[in-house]
């Protein structure tokens, strides 16, 4: 049975399962899961709770099997919570998890609990897992995604009943609190109880909000990718200055905005040959945001802008690699930057979505 990470709370209020299967990459998300299914089963009389950790291919699961067959002399009802972290059991886990899956029905004195990784389809698909979605709660933990990342920063603030100003003033605040702390989750969960400790309970303003956040963004070059072909061009600023003091590859921002360039252009050509646009995009496996971002902008990219965006690509290719071009900057991340705004003001001219950017170099 699948639930969605928001209806916990409520599915709880109803009754504990037996079985419950957690999977997501984001940290903060599973552990509050995770923390209110233990909290539901202590106030239900599960006082033991034993935890193990799945390392490696050599881990003996006969240690798991056993824990979920006894108790202590102290306890009538335990928690068995088995950590996955790699979200491979190997060879004896597998069939294993499908004995733990089908002793859970009807099992009133165990809870197993099950933590994930983020799952790919075809292990999703697999007899383990099935097992386990099929004998119990399984829930997959999204990550906040950045557009909703001021909302939930919102709802977070009013659970310490701390809230920003209305109209302008807040969203402003709540956008400059969501660009501090992109992509570290717990690190914004961690800014927002900050924020408790300093100011009381009510409204808070801009400077208040400015002088105790600290900038504890982290970005990646798929993240990057997005806000590329949305045209954000200050979140792309933002994210290659975060990217260049992480000590990211120069060589791997160029991929991912080089293979952005080209695949827009191998989907126009195909447009141009005849194929409809789903196809296209279907052909060079382009699918989720990435999909819809690139049926935004793709109808008014014109074929010579995309040249040119290639032609860009293959100097910069040079530069990250120590060699020199013509009217461009000799340092990598200058010419990654010039780069990454050309390509983000031909997607912003196409949305009319965001203003053009000063290139750097």
């Known amino acids: 049975?699948?639930?969605?990470?928001?209806?916990?709370?409520?599915?709880?209020?109803?009754?504990?399962?037996?079985?419950?299967?957690l999977h997501g990459d984001e940290p903060l998300l599973i552990q509050e899961a995770a923390d209110a299914i233990r909290a539901a089963a202590r106030s239900q009389g599960y006082t033991e709770r034993t935890v193990h950790?799945?390392?490696?291919?050599?881990?003996?699961?006969?240690?798991?099997?056993?824990?979920?067959?006894?108790?202590?002399?102290?306890?009538?009802?335990?928690?068995?919570?088995i950590r996955i972290p790699s979200g491979k059991p190997g060879k004896e886990g597998s069939p294993?998890?499908?004995?733990?899956?089908?002793?859970?029905?009807?099992?009133?004195?165990?809870?197993t609990l099950v933590l994930l990784p983020r799952l790919d389809k075809m292990t999703k698909s697999g007899a383990w897992f099935?097992?386990?979605?099929?004998?119990?709660?399984?829930?997959?933990?999204?990550?906040?995604e950045r557009q909703a990342l001021p909302?939930?920063?919102?709802?977070?603030?009013?659970?310490?009943?701390?809230?920003?100003?209305?109209?302008?003033?807040?969203?402003?605040?709540l956008q400059f609190f969501a660009d501090r702390v992109e992509g570290n989750l717990l690190a914004a969960h961690q800014e927002i109880q900050k924020l408790a400790l300093?100011?009381?309970?009510?409204?808070?303003?801009?400077?208040?909000?400015?002088?105790?956040?600290?900038?504890?963004?982290?970005?990646?070059?798929?993240?990057?990718?997005?806000?590329?072909?949305?045209?954000?061009?200050?979140?792309?600023?933002?994210?290659?200055?975060?990217?260049?003091?992480?000590?990211?590859?120069?060589?791997?921002v160029h991929y991912t905005l080089s293979e952005d360039i080209r695949a827009l252009k191998r989907v126009k050509d195909a447009m141009a040959a005849g194929r409809p646009l789903p196809m296209a995009l279907r052909e060079q496996r382009v699918w989720g945001l990435r999909e819809r971002l690139f049926e935004r902008v793709l109808p008014?990219?014109?074929t010579t802008s995309l040249d040119n965006l290639l032609y860009s690509a293959h100097l910069v290719d040079g530069i990250v690699k120590g060699l020199k071009a013509p009217d461009w900057p000799t340092e990598g991340w200058q010419a990654l930057h010039r780069l990454a705004m050309q390509l983000c003001q031909e997607c912003a001219a196409q949305q009319g979505a965001a203003p053009r950017a000063k290139m750097a170099g």
């Open 198 to 252: 300093l100011y009381p309970a009510g409204e808070l303003n801009f400077d208040q909000v400015e002088s105790a956040v600290l900038n504890v963004a982290r970005y990646d070059v798929f993240k990057l990718s997005e806000a590329v072909l949305a045209g954000q061009a200050g979140r792309v600023q933002r994210m290659l200055d975060g990217l260049k003091a992480e000590g990211e590859a120069e060589v791997l």
């Open 151 to 173: 909302q939930w920063i919102a709802q977070r603030l009013a659970q310490q009943a701390q809230r920003v100003a209305a109209g302008d003033e807040g969203q402003r605040t």
């Open 53 to 81: 950790t799945v390392a490696g291919a050599h881990f003996d699961w006969s240690e798991v099997l056993a824990a979920g067959g006894s108790l202590s002399l102290f306890a009538d009802k335990q928690i068995v919570e």
């Open 1 to 21: 049975m699948q639930l969605a990470a928001a209806q916990l709370s409520q599915h709880l209020q109803k009754g504990l399962k037996s079985l419950y299967t």
């Open 300 to 302: 008014r990219l014109t």
């Open 130 to 144: 099935t097992a386990l979605d099929g004998n119990g709660v399984t829930i997959q933990v999204e990550p906040v």
């Open 96 to 111: 294993a998890l499908q004995q733990l899956a089908a002793g859970a029905q009807g099992n009133d004195s165990t809870l």
